[in-house]
């Protein structure tokens, strides 16, 4: 489904270039679920933003099912991020001036999906990431943990093809960790791919593949099991 | 920190100056016509004496009391003679005539002054002397004062005229004196060109019903203006019981000068315009305070966390506060410093609107918003309002962010300065003033589409005349008495001025008539008309006399019958021509032709209706139904102010001057009151209109512009904040469609709210202006509907191009921000 092929990113900088993304290869069929993993500043957000298509500046050729992303403008790039996508954002990036509640129904909103079913698919999500309570509060009314807990309800509130979570355990608690990983492997199950990015190696676990980056390359890549088994 | 963001501060101190410049321009205007003291020295020991006199309402038989009248010549010396409450009394008596000068002949007003005129005013002549006592005298020399205008206009202020000769009604004086430029006689609507002395002897002007005199008094020094009034009623009461078929009704007003001073120039302004024009720029003024007001908010609102996060490093809260206050007030100053100069500058383009004191005599259209004698200069207590107002609005507004700072905690401003950059207090208050700056805008707008609507339905009027093309001379024949004494001489003149103008490259046709279609008066004559029921009184009809080709020059359709010839004179049947609606009117469904009509109270002359003529379009309050006779078949005297008509081939100011040489050729004594094209009388007729619609529609697209600024301002400044949140709405799925459309939604919803709140508000302001408005009622829906339109279309393009900015997100650089 997804692949790439040397990708390279590079920001221009007082220095001259600096390289973030080098020479990154990477096939990703429908249905699997990878983990990124590597220090901070390696470039897991980075390549995440160019796979879910709301980066457009990089080199390279990105193919995503019949699609040459590299050959399409970026109107068209975000065209496909709302076919496929759904984010889970590594700093929440909630609505702000919206209750929980609204914060669910907007990706939906984006989709045309009617009113009542709307409203049933929001309550849905609301109950099956036990935030029911919280949905009339807005953001600023909510803990780290259950910020982030929106962010991810929000992320797949709107059943994706392709759900990418930049570290959606940063900021819960182990059991709520557990939670969303089991979540999150349930929607694998139902065939939605998954990408996240995280520093827990036991959260690396319940993915099928591991790929570690630093300093923009590609450092190998490993399954669950060539982990050390303490993490498990 | 203005230097660090030079963008806003450039913004706020040029609405600033636009707004304060406006407002102190019209606040001085206003200032000066309706609160300014009078002219003259020492005028609060001035005192102007009017009589009064009772008399009944023609219009609704109430009892009444005139309150301005003058006082007779004769009485005025009983006055002086019995009065002793006062220093000095001193009077001027009207006199209009003829002055003839090297190079032309003028109508002019000019005053007799009683001794001591100038002195109790405090005018010493800037050249010359003022009158000597012997020249009181009746047949003292013949001496003349002029004024400092006249003496530009008549002697293009030579420095040498003492001693010059002036023609006045055909007898030599010689000039005396001129007076300062700043010396003006405030009591007429127009100019008063010239000063004599007026003989005070006994023996003549004794009429007590010829009441002319201008009577101002100054007050002894420790008498007051009750004791002026009691002396003044027994005076007054005692002249009563010697004069009693003259005085017995009078009574006696000794008013302040500055109060008369108020009176007369109300009278010869228009204030009920300026106060509009007034309340028009205070509401831009306002506009300009939202909009400075709302700049700030803005910035406090960016600033907000700065000085949060300044407030927890430790700085002392009146510190910040000095800061913020100190950056307002500066700003403030600056717009007060160009605002000041803008206005000083502003103040001449008012010469436009300001009466002319040379020459007076031109037609309505010469008519002015204010009077020609008030000088208007900067005033400083306006200015000074002005610039405190927007000192304040600064002041206020700057301090909010510090304000703020101290509600909320710290900890919350640190923490939502960290999630996002939106502060709602900031931009409901913002959207407000928004939704008030469109409401205003709406009004004002509201205002100048009636207005334009009004003068465009003036416009539109057909005159049913050709008038285009038409030149229009009209003229004064002077020696009535003797070089035009006959008909027969009055004839052979225009028969001679005629074949002259005929001459004339580019002229066509010429027909003489007493009155255009542009004429405001009007002769009219009273007719007894055989078969017609309220007949025994005679009917009041407008009569003009005109010449052969009057109906063939303005292109006016005979309907039925002939036109004049030249045989229609004083030898053959006295004939008339009337227009369709006197014939309806006069013998419904009959054929006038043929009828008669009698009029001329010593001698009645009977007429022939020969022709029946389409209507034509008059401007005056009265009725349409005209007459028109052959000049040849009056006894000529209307001939003596004739309007000489000439048809040409283009419209050129050398045709103009021509015209005029070969009018002075035939007789170089005519007062030629002026030559002018027939439709640009008509537009002159409308100057006024013209002039407010000009005015309001000037301030009303500032409003525009100014509530545009601050919709685009409001918009785009929800759009920089909220570039975030953009961002991640494209990143769940929104498209660049929605984001516009959602933008362009908040600015609909302000305009929205703002035309409504506008709606009320005209609905309330136009019956203001409703008085001004030709044919349009206050409430013309078309007028509505438009402005409603143009405003919300202006508004919608101002938050489009924020809109579309927002639009174009890239979600990358959005959510980077963080
Ligand atoms: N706008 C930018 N300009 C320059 N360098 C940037 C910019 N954004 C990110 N970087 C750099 O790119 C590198 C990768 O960042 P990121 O993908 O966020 O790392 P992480 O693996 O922690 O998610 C970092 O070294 C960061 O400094
Ligand atoms: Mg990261």
């Avoid at chain 2, 220093?87 to 007003?109: F, K, P």
């Avoid at chain 2, 509907?785 to 191009?801: H, K």
Wanted: aromatic share 8%.
């Amino acid at each position: 489904m997804i692949k790439l092929q040397n990708i390279q990113k590079r920001y221009n900088t007082k220095a001259g270039f600096t390289y973030v993304l080098q020479q990154i290869t990477l096939d990703i069929a429908e249905g699997e679920f990878v983990t990124l993993m590597g220090p901070s500043g390696a470039g897991k957000t980075t390549l995440l933003n160019i796979i879910g298509m709301l980066d457009s500046d990089w080199e390279g050729q990105y193919t995503l099912d019949d699609n040459s992303v590299h050959t399409l403008k970026p109107r068209q790039r975000l065209a496909l991020n709302k076919q496929y996508v759904g984010f889970v954002f590594q700093n929440f990036n909630l609505l702000d001036s919206l209750t929980v509640y609204e914060n669910l129904e907007a990706p939906l909103s984006y989709r045309n999906v009617k009113g009542a079913e709307r409203a049933s698919i929001v309550c849905d999500t609301l109950d099956r990431f036990g935030i029911v309570g919280k949905k009339d509060l807005f953001p600023s009314q909510l803990s780290g943990g259950q910020q982030q807990l929106v962010g991810v309800a929000r992320a797949v509130v709107a059943s994706p093809k392709l759900i990418l979570a930049d570290e959606p355990t940063g900021n819960l608690h182990s059991a709520q960790g557990q939670e969303v990983m089991e979540l999150l492997t349930k929607l694998n199950q139902q065939g939605t791919t998954i990408i996240q990015v995280t520093h827990s190696e036991k959260y690396a676990a319940y993915s099928r593949r591991i790929i570690n980056l630093k300093d923009g390359w590609m450092d190998g890549e490993v399954t669950p099991r060539q982990l050390p088994r303490k993490d498990r | 920190m203005l230097a660090k963001n030079p963008g806003f501060s450039v913004f706020v101190v040029i609405i600033l100056t636009v707004g304060i410049g406006a407002t102190t321009v019209m606040l001085s205007v206003v200032d000066a016509i309706m609160f300014r003291a009078c002219p003259y020295r020492d005028s609060e020991h001035l005192v102007c004496l009017y009589e009064t006199n009772p008399y009944v309402d023609p219009a609704t038989g109430a009892p009444k009391i005139s309150r301005w009248n003058f006082t007779s010549i004769a009485g005025f010396r009983d006055w002086r003679e019995q009065s002793h409450v006062f220093e000095r009394l001193v009077g001027a008596d009207q006199w209009n005539g003829m002055v003839r000068t090297i190079d032309r002949t003028e109508r002019c007003r000019g005053h007799f002054v009683s001794p001591e005129f100038f002195s109790v005013l405090g005018a010493s002549p800037i050249l010359g002397r003022t009158f000597l006592p012997e020249e009181y005298r009746q047949r003292g020399r013949r001496v003349v004062i002029l004024s400092h205008d006249h003496w530009r206009h008549w002697f293009a202020s030579d420095p040498n005229v003492i001693g010059e000769t002036l023609i006045l009604d055909r007898e030599a004086y010689t000039v005396v004196g001129v007076l300062p430029e700043d010396f003006q006689w405030i009591f007429q609507p127009i100019a008063c060109g010239l000063w004599m002395p007026m003989p005070l002897d006994t023996t003549t002007n004794t009429n007590r019903n010829n009441r002319g005199m201008n009577v101002i008094g100054r007050l002894k020094s420790g008498v007051s203006i009750a004791q002026a009034r009691m002396e003044m009623e027994l005076i007054t009461e005692r002249l009563a019981q010697a004069y009693p078929e003259t005085n017995a009704s009078r009574g006696i007003r000794v008013v302040p000068i500055d109060e008369a001073y108020a009176h007369y120039t109300g009278n010869f302004s228009k204030p009920q315009i300026l106060t509009t024009v007034l309340a028009v720029i205070v509401s831009v003024l306002l506009i300009a305070c939202f909009h400075v007001s709302s700049l700030l908010i803005a910035r406090s609102a960016t600033r907000e966390r700065e000085i949060a996060v300044r407030a927890a490093l430790g700085a002392h809260r009146l510190r910040l506060i000095r800061q913020l206050l100190t950056e307002s007030i500066l700003l403030a100053l600056l717009g007060g410093l160009f605002g000041g100069i803008l206005a000083y500058w502003g103040l001449s383009i008012l010469s436009i609107v300001k009466g002319q004191s040379i020459p007076w005599y031109l037609g309505p259209g010469s008519e002015r918003l204010i009077p020609w004698f008030v000088n208007i200069h900067i005033d400083a207590r306006s200015f000074f309002y002005v610039t405190a107002l927007s000192l304040l609005t600064c002041g206020a507004f700057g301090l909010l962010p510090a304000l703020s700072i101290s509600k909320t905690n710290l900890n919350r401003s640190l923490s939502a300065g960290r999630t996002s950059g939106y502060v709602p207090w900031s931009h409901s208050l913002r959207s407000m003033l928004v939704v008030l700056d469109i409401s205003i805008a709406f009004v004002l707008l509201i205002g100048a589409g009636l207005m334009i609507n009004g003068y465009v339905r003036i416009l539109r009027i057909d005159p049913k005349a050709d008038t285009e093309n038409v030149l229009v001379a009209t003229l004064e024949l002077q020696g009535g008495e003797e070089r035009y004494s006959t008909s027969a001489q009055r004839f052979e003149f225009s028969r001679r001025l005629m074949e002259r103008i005929q001459k004339v490259p580019g002229v066509q046709s010429i027909a003489i008539a007493n009155g255009t279609p542009a004429s405001m008066g009007y002769n009219w004559d009273k007719f007894i008309v055989e078969g017609f029921s309220s007949s025994r009184e005679g009917v009041k009809i407008r009569c003009t006399p005109i010449s052969r080709d009057y109906f063939r020059l303005l292109r006016i359709p005979v309907l039925r019958g002939r036109q004049f010839t030249e045989h229609d004179n004083s030898a053959s049947t006295p004939v008339a021509i009337i227009n369709e609606s006197l014939a309806k009117r006069l013998w419904p469904n009959q054929n006038p032709l043929g009828k008669c009509l009698t009029h001329g109270a010593s001698e009645p002359v009977t007429r022939e209706v020969v022709g029946v003529t389409r209507d034509v379009r008059h401007f005056g309050d009265y009725p349409n139904e005209e007459v028109y006779i052959p000049c040849l078949q009056t006894n000529g005297f209307t001939m003596l102010y004739p309007d000489v008509m000439i048809r040409t081939d283009a419209r050129t100011t050398g045709l103009t001057v021509a015209v005029r040489r070969e009018i002075l050729s035939v007789d170089p004594d005519i007062f030629i009151r002026q030559v002018t094209f027939l439709d640009r009388q008509i537009a002159d007729l409308f100057t006024t209109e013209r002039l407010s619609t000009l005015l309001l529609g000037v301030f009303a697209a500032a409003a525009l512009v100014l509530a545009s600024v601050g919709i685009y301002g409001a918009t785009a400044y929800m759009v920089s904040r909220r570039t975030h949140e953009i961002g991640v709405r494209m990143a769940l799925g929104a498209r660049s469609g929605d984001v516009l459309k959602s933008v362009l939604r908040q600015g609909l919803k302000l305009t929205l709210i703002g035309l409504a709140i506008g709606l009320v508000g005209a609905f309330v302001a136009t019956r203001i202006i409703r008085s001004l408005l030709h044919n349009v009622s206050p409430t013309d829906p078309l007028t509505f509907i438009c402005v409603s339109f143009l405003l919300s279309g202006v508004a919608l393009l101002a938050s489009y191009i924020p809109a579309r900015r927002a639009a174009k997100t890239d979600p990358m650089e959005a959510l980077r921000y963080e």
